[in-house]
């Protein structure tokens, strides 16, 4: 009897270490990759067009990817509950696969999904393979509570061993197609899903498993580089990437974290090199941290209601965080920063440290729920687990607490580009200026402003703030939240200590 089986494909975007969809080949002599345009992420997912296109992009290749293997993508559209019970009962489904999701809207719908399936005698394979590791499993061996810090995540993992090595890609994928295909499955353009091309920045990380792949080689061919990879002494403001640009690729699923370990353990095998949390390694442990406390936590995006984080009365304040989102707060590296992430979808980890805390706690006390909003609007790389976390993180809001660290929006970018050539390209008002002046133009006099083509409160704005004496008044507001939480009993007492001997070695590089 043929038996018919649907591979969905939501993350995980890829041939290579697809567990999910090697078993639906396994078991079927018809399968169906499909993905569905699911409108709750039109209308709750704040999705900027750099993204989508990087997603559209993702889906094409995977699309070619799937023809080489005697298949095609079945692009639908609609909601999973209202398109499957359809799919099932039309193309005869006898098994749906999946890869495992830990976001709180994925875990309802997958729930939803699997009592359809139940209800139309269809078998359901669901298997992890966006993470190195089951966060489950991490969680249990924990004592049945997420590791808080990354050392009690690396202790837990040293138990586990090795994750599990990455599987082959299917030799083939048999789907049965009919000649209108493209007309009915096909992928949309940006058009189709009214966006515009117009409104794309420059295209410089296409979307799709194979422009992962490839970027994944060509950083592994760079061995004295991967081997002596500290993320703290990266440029921030370099005009070319100083790290691998791998994340959009790890946030599509485009990339399997499992083929990024193990192709990383060949080149350490054969060298000395570098630790977590700093190494390349350290990098794909925090986002398996990140994933573990997300999967575990209530209201892990949100302040109120969030068990971690603390509960801090910051400020609302339309027009500081409207002028920090469009690069307009008067202070050049912020906005530069600002001004890359909004063009290109990706500015550089340490970059988002330094407007992260600008945001927060350092500069215009801002709920760090905001800045995470942007972020996930103009990152091609925003991922739910790891913009909250980081967010909460850099806010002091939990994770890290010497919340008296703080980034000099002047001082910080200096130390990697002292003659301001990132401010040049990405604030070009100031591309004039004269080194002395280009991350402090305001203090340029008039005659040099006149010369450089750009009078600071009229070209281009004057500071928001006076950073050195709010920083002193926001650190004291710190403090008295601390206190209250600790008066109050309040959420994140208990995890200041829990983490507090971790502080010393982790990530703020500050002024």
Known sequence: MKTCAIHWFRKGLRLH????????????????????????????????????????????NLDENLKKINSRLYIIKGKPADVFPKLFKNWGVSHLTFEEDIEPYALTRDSAIKKLAEEHNVKVTSCVSHTLFD?????????????????????????????????????????????????????????????????????????????????????????????????????????????????????????????????????????????????????????????????????????EGNPVCKQIPWDTNESYLKAWKEGRTGYPFIDA??????????????????????????????NWEEGMKVFEEYLLDADWSLNAGNWMWLSASAFFHQYFRVYSPIEFGKKTDKDGDYIRKYVPQLSKYPTAYIYEPWKAPLKVQEKAGCIVGKDYPKPIVEHDKIRKKNIERMAQAYNASKTEGGAGAKRKSDSSSSQKKKKAKVK
């Open 337 to 366: 920063v600002m001004t890359q992430l909004r063009q290109e979808g990706w500015i550089h980890h340490l970059a988002r440290h330094s407007v992260a805390c600008f945001l927060t706690r350092g500069d215009l006390w801002i």
């Open 17 to 60: 270490d697809n567990p999910a969809l090697q078993a639906a080949c396994k078991v079927a002599d018809d399968v169906k990759p499909v993905f569905i345009l699911d409108p709750w992420f039109a209308n709750n997912a704040n999705v900027g067009v750099n993204r989508w296109r990087f997603l559209l992009q993702t889906l094409q």
């Open 135 to 303: 966060p489950q499993r991490i969680i249990s061996k924990n004592g049945g509570k997420a590791p808080l810090t990354y050392q009690r995540l690396q202790t837990v993992l040293s138990s586990l061993g090795s994750p599990p090595k990455p599987v082959d890609s299917p030799s083939e994928c048999k789907t049965k197609t009919e000649s209108d295909h493209d007309k009915k499955y096909g992928v949309p353009s940006l058009e189709d899903l009214g966006k515009s091309e117009k409104e794309c920045g420059p295209l410089l990380f296409p979307g799709g498993e194979t422009e992962a792949l490839r970027r994944l080689e060509s950083m592994m061919g760079k061995k004295n580089w991967v081997c002596t990879f500290e993320k703290p002494k990266t440029a921030p403001n370099s005009l070319e990437p100083s790290t691998t640009v791998l994340s959009p690729y790890l946030k599509f699923g485009c990339l399997s974290p499992r083929m990024f370990y193990y192709k990383l353990q060949e080149v350490y095998n054969k060298a000395k090199h570098t630790s977590p949390p700093v190494s390349l390694l350290g990098q794909l442990l925090w986002r398996e941290f990140y994933y573990c406390v997300a999967v575990d936590t209530p209201n892990f995006d949100k302040m």
